[in-house]
């Protein structure tokens, strides 16, 4: 990940933004708190990425904690590195598009993947305050959900 070269800015949330990049399969999500806070945050999210993963629930695969310098920073800030999911889109914005193409069965398929993963982490003893469907990819092509943005999240008991 050393080499690795920040192409495009794809998506940006409360605790970080996500940059794609370039050429490699993965993502970084670059927390931009204090280091010392961000670096909480990476390391938490990693950890709890890699149990899910481990446990085979749908989330891209976990890749590490590093440090990068993203292009709109003069330093460097901490990051969680992950795979990145091609063809799929925010599950909410899936289910709000109603056009010609997209059927209401459609959108409550994808629906019932995203509850059906959800219960597999709640049976698992991974705790969530609130997960939005914003936080979720689906990917119509392999009729699958994607988990992701888990820094939130707490451990089992």
Same mark, same amino acid.
């Given at each position: 990940?050393?080499?690795?070269?920040?192409?495009?800015?794809?998506?940006?949330?409360?605790?970080?933004?996500?940059?794609?990049?370039?050429?490699?399969?993965?993502?970084?999500?670059?927390?931009?708190?204090?280091?010392?806070?961000?670096?909480?945050?990476?390391?938490?999210?990693?950890? =709890?990425?890699?149990?899910?993963?481990? %446990?085979?629930?749908?989330?891209?695969?976990?890749? !590490? &904690?590093? +440090?990068? *310098?993203?292009? =709109?920073?003069?330093?460097?800030?901490? %990051?969680?590195?992950?795979?990145?999911?091609?063809? !799929? &889109?925010? +599950?909410? *914005?899936?289910?709000?598009?109603?056009?010609?193409?997209?059927?209401?069965?459609?959108?409550?398929?994808?629906? !019932?993947?995203?509850?059906?993963?959800?219960?597999?982490?709640?049976?698992?003893?991974?705790?969530?305050?609130?997960?939005?469907?914003?936080?979720?990819?689906?990917?119509?092509?392999?009729?699958?959900?994607?988990?992701?943005?888990?820094?939130?999240?707490?451990?089992?008991?």
């Amino acid at each position: 990940c050393d080499d690795a070269v920040f192409v495009k800015r794809l998506d940006r949330g409360t605790y970080g933004t996500v940059y794609s990049l370039g050429g490699t399969g993965l993502v970084a999500k670059v927390y931009f708190g204090s280091d010392n806070i961000g670096l909480v945050w990476a390391k938490h999210e990693f950890a =709890v990425g890699s149990g899910l993963y481990a %446990a085979g629930i749908s989330v891209p695969q976990p890749k !590490g &904690v590093f +440090l990068f *310098q993203p292009p =709109v920073s003069t330093t460097y800030h901490p %990051a969680f590195v992950m795979q990145e999911i091609q063809g !799929g &889109v925010h +599950l909410d *914005q899936f289910c709000r598009d109603r056009s010609a193409e997209l059927k209401f069965s459609e959108a409550d398929f994808a629906q !019932g993947l995203y509850r059906e993963e959800l219960r597999k982490v709640a049976d698992l003893g991974f705790h969530y305050d609130e997960y939005r469907e914003s936080n979720c990819f689906y990917l119509p092509q392999e009729q699958k959900v994607v988990l992701f943005d888990f820094v939130r999240w707490g451990f089992p008991s």
